[in-house]
């Protein structure tokens, strides 16, 4: 068994704790605090927690598919799958979806309360997108047993089949952004907390994505080569995405703050960033209550393992 599988039992486990460490019940953070500065060997506080632990996390369980899945499935906005036993019955849920559930206007008379008012939801997209850039190249190569109908042999076939679950997810999530041309502005429909919190998942994903394949290309080369064409098609068709909305971004009013998720990208450097830098006088006189920024990647870059 190789050091980091023996991990895999126990991820379950240790992610009910990065849950129990953004619980609404101050008295549950600070006991789960308590329990992963135990395990961490340092006194922390539940903010300071919340961070060591996932990267203390992602050091041991990089590798394992079942870690690799949560990681997708946190910045994808999907439900978690810590529970399951067998990946395959799991799928990624589209951005349409969330995109159409966020958009529902609230008619009801009294504000329902959202299940976690503590957790700040574009912060952790931005904490575990992190994780993604130091995943070994070879944990996104899984062996699939096939039956060789020439031989009636098992063959163990190598594909790239979670990192293109996600580079689909990424390509349909850009064409949802792609559809909504209604002009945007402080009111507008980017105003929603769930709206905006999806489009910054969307574009944080496409970054993760583009960053991910423009530094580990080469060494993804081992997988079927179809598979490996397919992944190079989806990842220029979020670039040319990208480009287009970045295009439309200036004319939409799109929030700032998106529109600097949007331009952290290298790969769209080709285009002119001029259109899209422009801040309208509209966003530059609104009041910032209620609005959430991204947060400034202040942890320094994770090491490959």
């Known amino acids: 068994?190789?050091?980091?599988?023996?991990?895999?039992?126990?991820?379950?486990?240790?992610?009910?704790?990065?849950?129990?460490?953004?619980?609404?019940?101050?008295?549950?953070?600070?006991?789960?605090?308590?329990?992963?500065?135990?395990?961490?060997?340092?006194?922390?506080?539940?903010?300071?927690?919340?961070?060591?632990?996932?990267?203390?996390l992602n050091e041991r369980c990089n590798s394992l598919p079942l870690f690799i899945w949560h990681i997708?499935?946190?910045?994808?906005?999907?439900?978690?799958?810590?529970?399951?036993?067998?990946?395959?019955?799991?799928?990624?849920?589209?951005?349409?979806?969330?995109?159409?559930?966020?958009?529902?206007?609230?008619?009801?008379?009294?504000?329902?309360?959202?299940?976690?008012?503590?957790?700040?939801?574009?912060?952790?997209?931005?904490?575990?997108?992190?994780?993604?850039?130091?995943?070994?190249?070879?944990?996104?190569?899984?062996?699939?047993?096939?039956?060789?109908?020439?031989?009636?042999?098992?063959r163990k076939y190598p594909n790239l089949s979670i990192m293109l679950e996600f580079a689909v997810w990424v390509v349909d999530a850009i064409g949802v952004l792609m559809a909504a041309k209604s002009p945007d502005g402080p009111l507008g429909w980017t105003s929603k907390p769930g709206t905006y919190e999806i489009v910054i998942r969307v574009l944080r994903c496409a970054n993760v994505l583009l960053d991910y394949y423009s530094e580990n290309s080469a060494a993804l080369?081992?997988?079927?080569?179809?598979?490996?064409?397919?992944?190079?098609?989806?990842?220029?068709?979020?670039?040319?995405g990208l480009r287009m909305f970045r295009r439309q971004a200036a004319e939409l009013d799109i929030h700032p703050q998106l529109i600097q998720e949007l331009n952290q990208q290298k790969l769209l450097d080709q285009l002119s960033k001029s259109d899209s830098n422009k801040i309208s006088l509209n966003w530059k006189n609104a009041s910032p209550i209620g609005r959430s920024d991204i947060p400034k990647d202040e942890q320094p870059p994770l090491r490959q393992q």
């Open 72 to 154: 997708l499935y946190r910045i994808t906005g999907s439900p978690s799958i810590a529970n399951y036993q067998n990946l395959q019955q799991t799928s990624l849920v589209p951005a349409r979806e969330q995109f159409t559930l966020a958009l529902v206007d609230d008619t009801a008379l009294f504000a329902e309360e959202e299940d976690n008012l503590y957790i700040d939801e574009v912060r952790d997209i931005c904490l575990w997108s992190k994780l993604v850039q130091v995943i070994p190249p070879k944990a996104f190569i899984q062996k699939e047993v096939i039956q060789d109908e020439t031989n009636k042999k098992l």
């Open 1 to 56: 068994m190789t050091e980091d599988m023996k991990w895999e039992p126990l991820i379950p486990s240790l992610l009910g704790l990065y849950t129990s460490l953004n619980d609404d019940d101050e008295d549950i953070r600070t006991i789960t605090a308590n329990t992963v500065s135990c395990i961490l060997k340092t006194a922390l506080a539940p903010p300071a927690a919340n961070e060591r632990f996932v990267f203390w």
């Open 221 to 240: 080369h081992s997988a079927l080569p179809q598979e490996q064409e397919e992944l190079h098609n989806k990842v220029q068709n979020v670039i040319d």
